[in-house]
């Protein structure tokens, strides 16, 4: 939030600290990936009447707070455009972590990506062009097909039992449960597991560790690993609502 205060700031807005919010036109809020509706409820309440209000990933409950408040409450990361950008961070936090918790190079190794959405996507394109032997696995045919566009092996997510075996590093992007025990089982002793996937995640964690599996959960990766440029790509997303909302001259 402090580096889209900057980027704001750079394209000639005025940013107020949080004591002077009921001066504010426009309000800024964090991406949380639960809402606090009481302590929401008790901001949005010291606001300027009419004062517009964006957040990322907006809860029901986050919803009624603005409602109840008479707040405009608007999600930036409904935006595709912002999803699509976020993306990229999410990718290079993903390889950092698969680099750290690895003995071997990416390149040459096997790497299976379950869901070929727009982290998966991300992912499997630099996995492949850092050399890896990337295979997707998903339900759609669609995103199957673009996998296969893109140079990747794909695999229909009933045939990863298959690919499971040959393949220590995996990661997933898909939010339902994916990786069960009995899938956990398939893959070679001490494999890697990064989970991308928003809570509760794809992967039984519980059982990956009674395996000896290293499984991480690894979310916000923009705002951990790139938080400067997460914060810029939030700023752009809010500006670009303005303009379209006829906010600015």
């Not at 040959?166 to 597991?193: H, K, Q, W």
């Amino acid at each position: 939030m402090q580096a889209a205060g900057g980027m704001l700031r750079r394209m000639g807005f005025e940013v107020l600290e949080a004591e002077q919010l009921y001066r504010a036109d426009y309000i800024l809020l964090p991406m949380p990936l639960e809402g606090d509706r009481a302590g929401l409820a008790q901001l949005l309440r010291a606001a300027k009447p009419g004062a517009i209000a964006f957040r990322g990933r907006v809860s029901a409950a986050a919803r009624q707070a603005a409602e109840d408040a008479h707040i405009c409450l608007l999600d930036y990361f409904e935006r595709e455009d912002l999803a699509l950008l976020n993306a990229v961070p999410t990718a290079e936090g993903c390889l950092q972590l698969l680099m750290e918790h690895r003995l071997r190079t990416l390149w040459g190794s096997p790497v299976t990506v379950l869901g070929c959405g727009r982290v998966g996507q991300a992912v499997a394109r630099r996995l492949h062009a850092l050399g890896a032997a990337v295979t997707v696995a998903a339900r759609s045919a669609e995103q199957r097909a673009l996998a296969q566009a893109d140079g990747w092996r794909a695999v229909r997510l009933e045939e990863l039992d298959e690919v499971l075996p040959g393949c220590d590093t995996v990661v997933n992007t898909i939010p339902a449960m994916v990786l069960e025990g009995e899938r956990l089982a398939l893959l070679p002793p001490g494999s890697l597991i990064v989970d991308l996937a928003s809570k509760p995640g794809g992967t039984d964690f519980e059982a990956a560790r009674a395996l000896g599996h290293t499984a991480l959960h690894a979310l916000s990766l923009p705002a951990r690993c790139a938080p400067v440029t997460a914060g810029e790509l939030v700023a752009r997303a809010v500006y670009a609502m303005l303009q379209e909302r006829g906010e600015l001259i």
